[in-house]
């Protein structure tokens, strides 16, 4: 019996009625920091909305060995869409966006759970150095301060898996530390991290393995220094100088 905590097998993943992906299969274990690269359009956003599952997909999928049929483990997720996904025109203060992260934990509902959810809410705000934000209203954040309360979100409810979309997307160097240094310690407590990923000099230094989507239906799987080097060369022959 596999020890994955989330796997796939033969995956098709979809983005509305297009086929992004077919046949791909892959399993991840607790505390692995896990990148997806591959040029722009290879369906990393896609693949990490089928884990979530927020999009449509056919074939199996499996959390802690036992089957899960789209989004049936969601609340053991959390999930970090790009920036350019989210409404930032809505009257809402960041404490707020960061407490909705809790709706999908049935543990946590209800007016006798309202002060364990601020706690958490600042807690999670804390982790990311983003608490002097708590009372700020979303319309007002700079894109690297969004980044950072998206992040926040995806903490509150201590889940067993973050998927991130670009997670360090306008961020400064000194948050651009911060964030990686999270991802590192939440790994170490046996968290599965799995991040779209642009910036390959981090997928490099702080990754343990990257996977590349090399096309529809391959993904080629290894440790990060072996994946780059072939990515590298493919976008050196798909780039005619």
Known sequence: MSHALLEARNLYVYRGDRLVLSQVSFEFSGGEQVALIGQNGSGKTTLLMALAGITKYEGEMFYQNKPCHHGEH??????????????????????????????????????VHKREREERAYQALRQVSALPLAKRRINSLSGGQAQRVLIARSLVSSPDILLLDEPFAGLDAQALDRIIQ?????????TLVVAAMHELD????????????????RLIDGPPNEILDRHSRRVRVATPS
């Open 182 to 190: 999270v991802l590192h310690e939440k790994s170490q407590e046996g």
């Open 74 to 111: 969601r609340q053991q997720i959390g999930y970090v869409p790009q920036r350019s996904q989210v409404r930032w025109d809505l009257p809402l203060q960041v404490l707020d966006v960061v407490k909705s992260g809790t709706a999908g934990n049935p543990h946590l509902k209800g007016w």
């Open 202 to 217: 981090i997928v490099q230094s702080s990754f343990q393995r990257a996977i590349l989507i090399e096309s529809q239906s």
